[in-house]
């Protein structure tokens, strides 16, 4: 396994591919245009990280609610009157062991509650802000016609160019390390 198959180390991929993103957004767009691709972008990570406190804010809540609900429930249980002896058909006693220590609330159960209670919130509502965000974003794009065709041809323009990009890498690994090589970095 090289170094190339993990994405944070792979080197120049991606810097090539933001210069020609860089090059198109000069060449092939004009400025409202490239204030309106902002603007999405904008809509996009706010909606997420508002989506994101929400859903974190909310999965805190709720872990608070069921602790406070398990709590109750416990101090239900203990002051209840619970069986000491179950009495068999034929006379027999046995003595049924007390597991109401077993059964209360510790800290380690709160924290793995309030862990996974806000870590559910966060992502769902970090996944819901997202599609609300670019649901807002496509409506901010969309709103110019003329505007949104120069970004779609921008867009195939730079995704052509990208294509030709990764074949002439391709064809160069070939080239270097012989026809046995998939051209995929790691494989």
């Known amino acids: 396994m090289s170094s190339e198959s993990i994405a944070a180390l792979r080197k120049n991929a991606g810097r090539e591919l933001a210069q020609l993103a860089e090059e198109h957004m000069k060449h092939d767009l004009q400025q409202s245009d490239r204030d309106a691709l902002e603007s999405a972008s904008r809509k996009v990570r706010n909606y997420t990280l508002i989506g994101s406190a929400l859903g974190l804010?909310?999965?805190i809540a709720m872990a608070f609610r069921v602790r406070s609900l398990r709590t109750?429930?416990?101090n239900a249980f203990r002051t209840?009157?619970?069986p000491t002896h179950v009495k068999f058909a034929d006379g027999r006693l046995e003595p049924i062991p007390d597991l109401t220590s077993y059964a209360q609330p510790s800290a380690l159960g709160d924290a793995v509650a309030y862990f996974f209670f806000s870590a559910g919130g966060l992502f769902v509502g970090g996944e819901l802000g997202l599609l609300a965000g670019s649901a807002a974003g496509k409506r901010t794009?969309?709103?110019d016609p003329e505007s949104m065709k120069r970004?779609?041809?921008a867009f195939k323009n730079f995704r052509k160019d990208s294509l030709k990009k990764e074949i002439e890498w391709l064809d160069d690994g070939e080239k270097r390390e012989g026809s046995t090589?998939?051209?995929?970095p790691g494989f």
């Open 80 to 82: 209840m009157e619970k």
């Open 151 to 153: 970004i779609k041809q």
């Open 181 to 184: 090589d998939l051209g995929i």
């Open 57 to 59: 804010g909310l999965g």
């Open 141 to 143: 794009i969309s709103s």
């Open 72 to 74: 109750q429930m416990f």
